[in-house]
């Protein structure tokens, strides 16, 4: 990016040597309200309606997506959107901007979500106004855009009167061109990544719900089991060995236990080995996490894992194959996974080194999809990374002093 930086350089020693003119948003643009879509009458086909949910950062997600027929209110009219409109949510995660395309209409503006409009394109381009907005501005140094309490909102009017750097087109166009050329390679990693996330759903399922291997109880693979209870009076608010309840299992912990206690139950009770399967059994069920070795305590009953012979079942086998069991739950408000149920639940267990064969694809696809250090999400990361450094420096002017 150093020819191009040093090209945009170039054009603001030669247009704007003493600094750039900052603007209020509302005489470059036109910002509008959007309408109350009465969600009783979304309907299967009419008008796409964009809601606060729909502004994803930085593109329009297709999840969920609601219509309303054109023609039940007139006024409808009013607040319908054209391709390259900005869009803005005034609730919630204030500031999250979206530009539209083709491909999202027609589509009308919701209540909450504020649509930016540029009224001249020789003045301003509405990309070098969304990558600006793209910042998230409004959380920076402590700017007050938002008000309320409880959810955070912000009004078009303060938006309006907000000041923005308006370099001369010339300058906005370099900008652009290199910011796009992120975003464009964000995309296309997002697409690989999305693409390479269902090829390894499609092989998860292929490989561990569609063998013919015989099928045997969890009970017949090895004794469920769990850590001693560890009683309220017993746990520090710091300390040296974490200990995880259900709320914090696959988190942080925020109580422990003292190394005298762990010492003495993990000698007389059960524990678990480097690599065996942890299982939550109440609130969010199934929940798996392998235990890394570490010095840590985990919660009776509502943490177990099964005491498995790694030389018939391995432990990562039972790691992927647990993703796909329908666990039997009891229970009202907080469902339950009993030890009798876990016992009975059937699973399909193929010779070892089919195991082996199939924890080594699954390994491999998890990595690439899931692995923040490795594969795709770290491409991704990185590409993120760029942008945000780039974009942050060349948004960044020097204000005109007249």
Not at 89 to 112: E, H
Request: proline share 4%.
């Amino acid at each position: 990016m150093t020819t191009n930086q040093s090209k945009i350089e170039k054009l603001i020693s030669e247009l704007c040597p003493k600094g750039v003119e900052f603007k209020e948003l509302g005489e470059i643009a036109q910002i509008l309200n959007g309408y109350s879509f009465k969600s009783t009458k979304y309907s299967a086909s009419g008008i796409r309606v964009i809601r606060i949910s729909d502004v994803q950062k930085g593109k329009i997600s297709d999840d969920n997506l609601k219509f309303y027929p054109l023609q039940t209110e007139s006024k409808i009219k009013n607040y319908l959107l054209r391709e390259n409109d900005l869009v803005m949510s005034l609730t919630g995660n204030v500031g999250r901007v979206a530009m539209l395309s083709k491909k999202d209409l027609p589509a009308g503006l919701n209540q909450r979500v504020a649509c930016i409009r540029v009224k001249d394109p020789n003045v301003i381009s509405t990309r070098f106004l969304f990558h600006f907005f793209d910042q998230d501005i409004f959380e920076k140094d402590g700017m007050n855009a938002a008000t309320g309490a409880g959810q955070k909102n912000m009004s078009t009017t303060w938006l309006s009167r907000y000041k923005i750097p308006l370099p001369p087109l010339a300058i906005q166009e370099e900008i652009v061109k290199i910011l796009n050329s992120f975003t464009e390679l964000e995309t296309e990693l997002e697409t690989e990544l999305e693409t390479r996330k269902k090829q390894y759903e499609h092989y998860y399922n292929k490989l561990l719900t569609t063998n013919d291997s015989a099928h045997i109880t969890l009970n017949e693979v090895g004794k469920v089991s769990m850590c001693k209870r560890i009683f309220k009076n017993e746990t520090l608010t710091s300390g040296d060995i974490p200990f995880y309840k259900i709320g914090t299992f696959g988190k942080e912990p925020n109580a422990f236990i003292s190394q005298k206690i762990y010492d003495e139950y993990r000698k007389k009770f059960s524990f678990p080995k480097k690599g065996d399967v942890l299982l939550s059994a109440s609130g969010t069920i199934g929940r798996r996490v392998i235990y890394n070795g570490e010095p840590a305590y985990f919660q009776d009953s509502n943490i177990i894992w099964i005491d498995n012979d790694e030389s018939k079942v391995l432990n990562k086998f039972l790691y992927y194959l647990y993703a796909t069991v329908e666990w039997k739950t009891e229970g009202g408000t907080i469902q339950r996974l009993y030890n009798d149920n876990i016992k009975k639940i059937k699973i399909p267990i193929p010779p070892l080194a089919e195991q082996e064969r199939i924890v080594s694809i699954l390994d491999k696809f998890d990595a690439l999809v899931n692995d923040i250090s490795i594969g795709l999400p770290a491409e991704l990361l990185a590409r993120r990374q760029q942008y945000e450094y780039y974009r942050d420096n060349l948004l960044t002017f020097n204000e005109y002093a007249k």
